[in-house]
């Protein structure tokens, strides 16, 4: 199983970001996928879900309303469209599936917000 996050950078509050994760390894559209986020000295917190089953979406309140979670199963592919970034996102984000038993993470990619 690899997941392989992109799309980090630096963005000027207001601003906008795409992350992707790759995934291989596993089949990708049976397994719910997620993000996370770790900011510094901060617990890691679930910021997007999607389903495999029906491709519903779950957000964390702080980010309803500016971030989009959605799935490419053809090309296996995760996403997360970030917009009204603000400097409280800041932090590394990772793609996250619990596959066969085990959590499975990616190397993380870092957001970060700031003028």
């Known amino acids: 199983v690899q997941l392989v996050e992109s799309g980090g950078g630096l963005v000027q509050p207001g601003g906008s970001l795409t992350l992707s994760c790759a995934a291989s390894?596993?089949?990708?559209?049976?397994?719910?996928m997620s993000w996370y986020r770790q900011a510094p000295g901060k617990v890691r917190e679930l910021v997007a879900r999607i389903f495999s089953v029906g491709g519903s979406r779950d957000y964390a309140d702080s980010v309803k309303g500016r971030f989009t979670i959605s799935r490419n199963n053809a090309k296996y592919t995760l996403s997360l469209q970030m917009k009204d970034l603000k400097p409280e996102d800041t932090a590394v984000y990772y793609c996250?599936?619990?596959?066969?038993?085990?959590?499975?993470w990616g190397q993380g990619t870092q957001v970060t917000v700031s003028s």
């Open positions: 996250y599936a619990y596959i066969r038993g085990s959590d499975c």
């Open positions: 390894g596993f089949t990708f559209s049976s397994y719910d």
